[in-house]
């Protein structure tokens, strides 16, 4: 089994900067991809970022060319910058390995707040 815990979340000006980090732990060489997700108060879970495992990297328009997602062994971190309100949320990591089974982490909240 895998488990993934987050961690970097709080609270920042509209303009700043933040950095998430996910570790995960168990059997992690049968993890295929890694990416951060996030739901805001009301609104369904969306897809942030993901890093396959062959060096493949997605993103969400909301986020393109602000955030940046990078992967090193068992660890996916997500480096925000230019912060906006709309970026609001709880953050999730995700782990999902090769048979498709996944696996979430508690969440960390990020506010973006003047």
């Known amino acids: 089994q895998v488990q993934v815990m987050e961690s970097g979340g709080g609270l920042v000006q509209p303009g700043g900067s933040l950095r998430l980090s996910c570790a995960a732990s168990?059997?992690?060489?049968?993890?295929?991809?890694m990416g951060w997700y996030r739901q805001a108060p009301g609104k369904q879970r969306e897809l942030i970022a993901t890093?396959?495992?062959?060096?493949m990297t997605d993103y969400s328009d909301s986020v393109k060319g602000r955030f940046t997602i990078s992967r090193d062994k068992n660890t996916v971190s997500l480096q925000m910058n230019s912060l906006k309100p709309e970026d609001t949320a709880v953050y999730y990591c995700?782990?999902?390995?090769?048979?498709?089974?996944?696996?979430w982490g508690q969440g960390t909240q990020v506010t973006v707040s003047s």
């Open positions: 890093f396959s495992t062959g060096g």
């Open positions: 995700n782990a999902q390995t090769f048979s498709g089974r996944s696996t």
């Open positions: 168990g059997v992690i060489f049968s993890i295929d991809v």
